[in-house]
């Protein structure tokens, strides 16, 4: 007959259990609640949306069981991998009150201000969806603070712009990812901020296109917008080398590489500006992609 495990093995056992079985484990155990809200508590995927919020896929209602709200919500953190927010336009639509520890947070038709309260540590990679995206957005400390900010871009015309302030980001990591349109001025208004004001060296930023058409579109477009430094360049954009740099602010350059990367059976065809020094032959890591 196994041995009954003691309380500090029962501890680390509990502390890394799934939260399904973990739940279920503490609602049938007086004396496994006396001590779980102290264990840290990990959850692999939250989603709040339309009132609701499914947790590792399972949905759950407006009308939570008193035990698993008061088990939530009593808690100090929530560690929790990815976290998505959707059509969450007020604090009401979040039926739970939680204090969530993240690495990856998405918002899709989302107001920030409302769901900024729940996080509590900057996340690694925010991702927004630019329904999302205002001025108030941009300039907010939790997108500021993120370690990579990616925009995912749905829809729009070639100079449409999705994404105001976005020159004005401090992130260091940034990627505007299109399943269709150009958005030219977004880009062009970023890279000229840069050059005017400079850009902290390290920066690089990533222009990813499923579609071929819009990729060899928007090289172009910006083979003409900074038509002023073909000079130093050595043919046409659209078969640019590392050889492609814009000067900007601070004795720094952008350099500019183009990219083909096969995920799968998809292919994303990739534009990179970097940020480096004049003197820099700016060689670029695609592991850092």
Known sequence: MPHQLSYPALRSVLEFLNYRPRIILTIRSRALQRFDNSLPLRIHNMTFYNNLVSIEGQ???????KFTKRYLEGRPHIHVHMVTFYQINSAEKIPLKLNLIV???????????????FIKSPPTDLIVVPST????????ELVHSAKNVRFEIYYGKE?????????????KRISMKYT???????TVRMMRHWIEHGKEIGTICTLSYSNQDNFHGMLRAL????NEFQNNWTGAMERFSSSHTIP????????????KKTLGRRIQFLI???VVAMSDEGKLDVKLL
């Open 133 to 140: 995206v205002n001025h108030a957005t941009v300039n907010h």
């Open 159 to 171: 100079t449409i712009s999705l994404l105001p302030d976005i020159e004005k980001l401090p992130n």
């Open 223 to 226: 083979y003409q917008q900074f």
């Open 180 to 186: 269709d349109g150009l958005h030219v001025g977004d």
């Open 272 to 274: 990179v500006l970097k």
């Open 248 to 259: 900007i602010e601070g004795d720094a350059k952008i350099q500019i590489y183009k990219l």
């Open 103 to 117: 690495n990856e947070l998405s918002l899709d038709f989302c107001d920030l201000k409302h769901v900024a309260p």
């Open 59 to 65: 949905s759950l209602a407006i009308h939570i069981s």
